[in-house]
């Protein structure tokens, strides 16, 4: 299993849509967004370049995943490679897991030079917040990634690229992404598993501490996508 997760790193690192889509297009909305706002604050006094900063990681992270895991696993059935699998001594779980783990690795860049381009801005955090930041914000992409999982084995080859553009645009546009929530669209934010990941960082903030109810919520959505995704497995090898 170690040796199907190295692959398929390198695989994602050598994909140039995947350096486009998970750290150049984050990065260059990150600009947008400051020059926008012009190095003011947003919605509750929080400022816009640690605001978006988070947000465009976080965007960058879940394509990451999502676009990663799906797009490649309806490829790989497509060419008959995952029916090649089953027939070698790897376990099914092994092959799941093995893609969670490596989809949710590919995430590191994308929120590393995010931040990177935060600190350039001149956001100030200590050297615990920043290392913080990046292992909750890591820790959380596993979940997006057990998501892509299961949508790469929900539909069919054709279909999986604009049903995954379509989940990702949604939960991005309803999750903090590219604006605050604020109001009662909280009310419903808080069953989105983006807004749930945005809220994880709230602890750089002066007076607040970590989330403990978004962490929870996006442990149960944890839960609920790998089982998923370990179902439409199993139904996806009894129709091969």
């Given at each position: 299993m170690i040796t199907l997760i190295r692959l398929e790193i390198l695989r994602?690192?050598?994909?140039?849509?995947?350096?486009?889509?998970?750290?150049?297009?984050?990065?260059?909305?990150?600009?947008?967004?400051?020059?926008?706002?012009?190095?003011?604050?947003?919605?509750?006094?929080?400022?816009?370049?640690?605001?978006?900063?988070?947000s465009m990681a976080t965007f960058g992270a879940v394509g990451a995943v999502l676009t990663g895991s799906a797009q490649r696993i309806s490829l790989e059935r497509k060419s008959g490679w995952v029916r090649q699998l089953r027939l070698t001594a790897l376990p099914g779980r092994a092959y799941t897991l093995a893609k969670i783990a490596s989809c949710a690795a590919t995430t590191l860049p994308a929120i590393v030079v995010v931040f990177a381009l935060g600190a350039v801005?001149?956001?100030?955090?200590?050297?615990?917040?920043?290392?913080?930041?990046?292992?909750?914000?890591?820790?959380?992409?596993?979940?997006?990634?057990?998501?892509?999982?299961?949508?790469?084995?929900?539909?069919?080859?054709?279909?999986?690229?604009?049903?995954?553009?379509?989940?990702?645009?949604?939960?991005?546009?309803?999750?903090?992404?590219?604006?605050?929530?604020?109001?009662?669209?909280?009310?419903?934010?808080?069953?989105?598993?983006?807004?749930?990941?945005?809220?994880?960082?709230g602890f750089i903030h002066p007076g607040n501490t970590l989330d403990a109810a978004a962490a929870a919520g996006l442990a149960g959505f944890l839960l609920v996508f790998v089982a998923a995704a370990a179902f439409l497995y199993r139904r996806d090898t009894k129709q091969a």
């Open positions: 994602s690192l050598r994909n140039r849509r995947y350096l486009f889509f998970t750290i150049l297009y984050p990065a260059l909305m990150y600009f947008f967004f400051v020059s926008v706002y012009k190095g003011g604050s947003v919605a509750g006094g929080v400022s816009a370049k640690s605001y978006f900063m988070v801005e001149g956001v100030r955090l200590g050297a615990g917040q920043w290392l913080g930041l990046v292992a909750v914000l890591w820790l959380g992409s596993f979940v997006f990634a057990a998501l892509g999982v299961a949508l790469g084995y929900a539909a069919e080859p054709s279909a999986v690229q604009p049903i995954v553009m379509i989940v990702y645009m949604l939960m991005a546009a309803f999750g903090g992404t590219w604006y605050p929530i604020s109001g009662s669209m909280r009310n419903f934010a808080r069953f989105n598993p983006v807004y749930l990941y945005n809220q994880l960082a």
